[in-house]
């Protein structure tokens, strides 16, 4: 009888969890409608800039002004087609020979030397630049920890209840390390949802969404080639054949939108790129 009635006030403590979830922290309307999301737009930005001055702090920011404010210039471009966004962003240069991007919560958004170095022409740094910043209107790096603490708070629910240990015992571990991972991966879902937002907000900038698919390409031949250079790109962000599909499915039915004027691929500017790291 006891086991009984714990067990049915386990059920009503998770029923109520979850309904608390659902009518408070969910979205309503636009990209994010439907998310479950503990965290306001205003406390993203608040992380997002604790973690930028951090970031700043640890790596070897790249300061050539030229370069710094050319990157910028493509960054707001891309932004000012990403639609009403709570979101202002800022794009920094890393001093290293990675081929990598990443974008912290609230829009700060961090290229690696390496990438640039890399990329063949404009679109496809645009592309990089609007992939990340989908991950950002989506708010990714929230939702996950916000799904991750969701989990952790019901089983410590459960925890009580039973009896079990929980932040002290093997339950609050596993939780913790399941943060740690999930912080360093997006799910599939997250990176087709970015690649899918990076490739309408490239296009509607003017730049030709087909160079997000060639720089996939790109990538892989260079993974094949130097693993090494990329491992940690593809363990955040693995390019696969139904990634480059869905970019290439996405173009297909938006062929009006796309068609309707000349794409940039690149410009008279891009060789700032090339020219400024070489002197480096």
């Known amino acids: 009888m006891r086991l009984f009635l714990r067990t049915k006030t386990i059920l009503k403590l998770s029923l109520l969890f979850i309904m608390v979830c659902l009518t408070t922290s969910c979205a ?34 790249l300061h050539i002004t030229t ?14 087609n990403v639609g009403d966004s709570p979101f202002s962003y800022s794009f920094k240069i890393i001093d290293e020979d990675e081929i990598n991007a990443f974008a912290l919560p609230g829009g700060y958004i961090f290229v690696y030397r390496g990438l640039l170095e890399n990329v063949d022409n404009e679109a496809q740094l645009a592309g990089v630049l609007a992939h990340e910043m989908g991950h950002v209107e989506a708010r990714h790096a929230t939702e996950r920890i916000s799904k991750l603490q969701g989990f952790n708070f019901l089983l410590n629910i459960i925890a009580m209840v039973v009896h079990i240990p929980s932040a002290g015992g093997s339950v609050g571990a596993a939780i913790q390390l399941g943060e740690l991972l999930a912080m360093l991966k997006y799910s599939r879902s997250q990176e087709k949802e970015a690649d899918l937002l990076g490739a309408d ?13 060639d720089f996939f390409r790109k990538l892989q031949e260079i ?18 054949e139904d990634r480059i599909k869905t970019v290439e499915t996405w173009i297909e039915e938006h062929a009006p939108m796309v068609e309707a004027e000349e794409r940039k691929l690149t410009s008279p500017r891009f060789a700032i790129i090339s020219e400024l790291i070489t002197k480096e």
């Open 28 to 61: 309503t309307s636009g990209i994010n409608k439907g998310q479950f999301n503990l965290y306001s737009i205003g406390y993203e930005k608040s992380i997002g800039k604790q973690l930028s001055k951090e970031v700043e702090m640890e790596c070897n920011i």
């Open 67 to 80: 370069l710094q404010e050319y990157v910028d210039h493509i960054g707001q471009k891309l932004a000012q």
């Open 201 to 213: 907000f490239m296009t509607r900038a003017g730049y030709e969404p087909k160079a997000m698919v």
């Open 223 to 240: 993974d094949k080639r130097k693993p090494g250079l990329i491992s940690r790109i593809f363990m955040t962000h693995p390019v696969t």
